[in-house]
T-cell receptor, first 117, second 117 residues
Framework: AQKVTQAQTEISVVEKEDVTLDCVYE???????LFWYKQPPSGELVFLIR??????QNEISGRYSWNFQKSTSSFNFTITASQVVDSAVYFC??????????????FGGGTRVLVKP | EPEVTQTPSHQVTQMGQEVILRCVPI?????FYWYRQILGQKVEFLVS????????KSEIFDDQFSVERPDGSNFTLKIRSTKLEDSAMYFC???????????????FGPGTRLLVL
C-alpha cells in the first residue's frame, strides 16, 4: 500500500532563511507520480509540482526547488530566501497504480511552515 | 485560467440531515474526485469518478455517501444522514489524462467547510 511521510510537523524560520521540507514515500509500483501542494491559511490546495518516477532530474522554479531521489524514496522541497507569504501547510502526495490516470492521491500529514518577519 | 469551483463555501447542518456539496470541475477534465480534511489533519481520498461511474472509493465512503454528475458541468457529493464526525473541509478535484493514459495533475477547488451540530 502507498504511504507518504512528512516527519516535520512544523518549521519556523525567519524571513530570508532557506527551509527544506522532507517527504518520504512508500510504493511497490515502478511507475508513480509525486506532487507537492500548498495550503495557505485561506484553506485552498494549490498545486506546486508534479514529478513522475522516471524523471529524477531536480527542478527549480523561482525560489522553489525539488530534489527527487529514488534511491532513498524521497522528494524534498526547498524554499530559498523564504518570505512571509510562504507561510502555509505544505503537503506531499503520491499517486501510484502504474501512474494511470484517475488514481487517487495519498497525502502526507503536511508540514506547517511559519515564516516570521 | 480555468479552475474548479465549489458551493457553498460553508455549510452548517444538524446531525441526521442530508447535505449536498456541489462542484464544477474544469470543463475539459475527465476525472473527478472528492477528498476531505478533518481540521488540522491530512487530506484523505473519498472517491473518484470517471465516465459516469465510481472508479474507486475509500473505506470512508460508506453507504451514507453518494456522488452524481447530474449534468455536463456539475459534480455533487451527497451525505444522506450527517454525523458529527462528518465535520470537515470537503475538496473537489478534477484532472485530465496525460499522454499514454498517465496521471495528470489533480486541481482542487477551494473547498466546502461542513460543520455538523
Amino acid at each position: 500500500a502507498q504511504k507518504v511521510t512528512q516527519a516535520q510537523t512544523e518549521i519556523s524560520v525567519v524571513e530570508k532563511e532557506d527551509v527544506t521540507l522532507d517527504c518520504v514515500y512508500e510504493t511497490r509500483d515502478t511507475t508513480y507520480y509525486l506532487f507537492w501542494y500548498k495550503q495557505p491559511p485561506s484553506g485552498e490546495l494549490v498545486f506546486l509540482i508534479r514529478r513522475n518516477s522516471f524523471d529524477e532530474q531536480n527542478e527549480i522554479s523561482g525560489r522553489y526547488s525539488w530534489n527527487f531521489q529514488k534511491s532513498t524514496s524521497s522528494f524534498n522541497f526547498t524554499i530559498t530566501a523564504s518570505q512571509v507569504v510562504d507561510s502555509a501547510v505544505y503537503f506531499c502526495a503520491l499517486s501510484e497504480a502504474g501512474g494511470a490516470a484517475g488514481n487517487k492521491l495519498t497525502f502526507g500529514g503536511g508540514t506547517r511552515v511559519l515564516v516570521k518577519p | 485560467e480555468p479552475e474548479v469551483t465549489q458551493t457553498p463555501s460553508h455549510q452548517v447542518t444538524q446531525m441526521g440531515q442530508e447535505v449536498i456539496l456541489r462542484c464544477v470541475p474544469i470543463s475539459n477534465h475527465l476525472y473527478f474526485y472528492w477528498y476531505r480534511q478533518i481540521l488540522g489533519q491530512k487530506v484523505e481520498f473519498l472517491v473518484s469518478f470517471y465516465n459516469n461511474e465510481i472508479s474507486e472509493k475509500s473505506e470512508i465512503f460508506d453507504d451514507q455517501f453518494s456522488v452524481e454528475r447530474p449534468d455536463g458541468s456539475n459534480f455533487t457529493l451527497k451525505i444522506r444522514s450527517t454525523k458529527l464526525e462528518d465535520s470537515a473541509m470537503y475538496f473537489c478535484a478534477s484532472s485530465d489524462v496525460a499522454g499514454g493514459g498517465y496521471q495528470e495533475t489533480q486541481y482542487f477547488g477551494p473547498g466546502t467547510r461542513l460543520l455538523v451540530l
